[in-house]
């Protein structure tokens, strides 16, 4: 990573020392992360990346320190060492400690602190007392640029506090007294495409594609085409965008994808978007703009199933698309409609049938322990994903992301396992669901019945009757897990 932190300009004959005007960066590292170090598709942190190129475009001097090669060890250095200044720290629910610390390091290195991300906004207080000086909640690229300014000068010129930072729309912070403020919500950018693309040159995205290569056997980059989704699934966390969508124009999506392939390389691209085909318009338009340049590139995306039609996937496979991600969540429509997904499991299966039938590969994300589900909702999913039969899958036991409707159901119940600074949103038990023991067994049933589906539907000539028995034997185990952990709850 090049990171020039403070240098020795010469000036006039005289040497000074310069120093940049934001530090910004991430706690995430790669390198402590054991799941990651197995699936190793790391992407570049792009929230931080457009805050650098807006405020660059502002004739400000922004560097990235980006954490997910790095180490604990040399970005402390970089804090400790030379004279501090601002440093911006990206947070999100699984960064949180990492974040606590890179605070306190800073602070007690004498730099200013912001904090902004998807998590920060809903837990300002915890932020503030961890030691940020503002916590920036919504989209950061205009709240940075008006704080930076009111940040210096609080520092030069001791100034007053709360005056100089209550005419900042977006944030947070303590007031003189102590009382937290939050000034009025930050207007949302409306033109993307007036914004400058990433500031990918501000990392090392070689190094992300490099890993990609190495690992997968293709290299990937990361890009979105929008900002916001307008759904109201109970559980996910609308914290920085709201329920706004916003989408930039097909040319400048079109032109990014085109310097992102000719300046990096890459085999493949993720359209890291909440839903690309949200706007099936767009998407058409999106297509032709491509074709019209001769682009094709392999990419994958998220869709919801009931943003997939016959159309949309013939233009995803036109386009390039080799694995859709589906968020199916449940079998059971019954859980699905408490979540307030607005999407049925005929239409995930749909979905599906018609990715494969165009030779896209499917991936499906599922979820357990919502509220009210029961072990006929899981027999539901099971039967789901069996007959749907995706490439991959994955699971997850539901956890309250602080800020969502799902959150606030489940408050009363929630007992944390952690302290608040050293654990996430996932460290939580929630009194009354079925205990980890009855998930463990939901699991082992969905993966040993889907097995088995594809054994007995697998076309083979002869079926290799101890596999057969052994598969038979796991899923009466996890059935009988099931009845077994069914009257345990947590406490
Ligand atoms: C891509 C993505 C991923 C990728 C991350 C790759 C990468 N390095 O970017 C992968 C698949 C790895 C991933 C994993 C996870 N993710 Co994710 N992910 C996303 C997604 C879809 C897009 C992120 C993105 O690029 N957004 C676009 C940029 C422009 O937005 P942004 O990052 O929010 O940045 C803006 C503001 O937040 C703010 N800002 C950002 N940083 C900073 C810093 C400062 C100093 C300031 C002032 C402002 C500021 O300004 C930016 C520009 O306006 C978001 C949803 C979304 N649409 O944002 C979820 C999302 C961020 N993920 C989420 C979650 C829960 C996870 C996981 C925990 C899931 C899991 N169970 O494992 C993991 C955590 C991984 C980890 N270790 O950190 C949640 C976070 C909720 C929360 N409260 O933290 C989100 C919001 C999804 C959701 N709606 O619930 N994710
Ligand atoms: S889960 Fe997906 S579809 Fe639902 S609100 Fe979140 S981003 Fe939108």
Redesign the pocket.
Known sequence: MILRFAQDDTENGETRQSIMDLL?THG?FLHE?PKELQIMK???????L??CSHLRNKGVDVEVFDTTFSSRAELYEVLRTGPPSIL???A????RANVMEILRVAKEAGWQT??????PG?YAAEYLEAGADVV?IG???I??EELLPALRALRDENSNHGVMLERICGIAFRAENGTLHRTPPRRQITDLDAQPWPEREAVDVDRYVKVWREHHGMGSV?L?TA?GCPYRCRW??????GKTHRRRRPASVADELEWLLKRYQPDMAWL?D?VFTIHHGWLFQYAAELKRRGLKVPFECISRADRLNAQVIDTLAELGCFRVWIGSESGSQRILDAMQRDVTVEQVQKAVSLAKSRGIKTGMFLMWGYLGEEIEDIEATVEHVKKTDPDVFFT?ISYP?KGTPYFDDVAQQLVPLNSWAGGSDRDYRIRGRHSRRFYQSADQLLRNEVELGRLLNGGAARIDPVLLAELQGKIAQAREGLRATGAEVEA
């Open positions: 910004l995430y992360d790391p992407y570049v942190p792009l929230g931080i457009y805050i911006g720290v990206y999100n629910l699984m960064t912001i904090v902004g991300g998807p998590e809903a920036v989209e950061g690229e709240t940075m990361s979105i900002r996910c966390s609308h914290e920085v965008f890291a909440d997850t992301i």
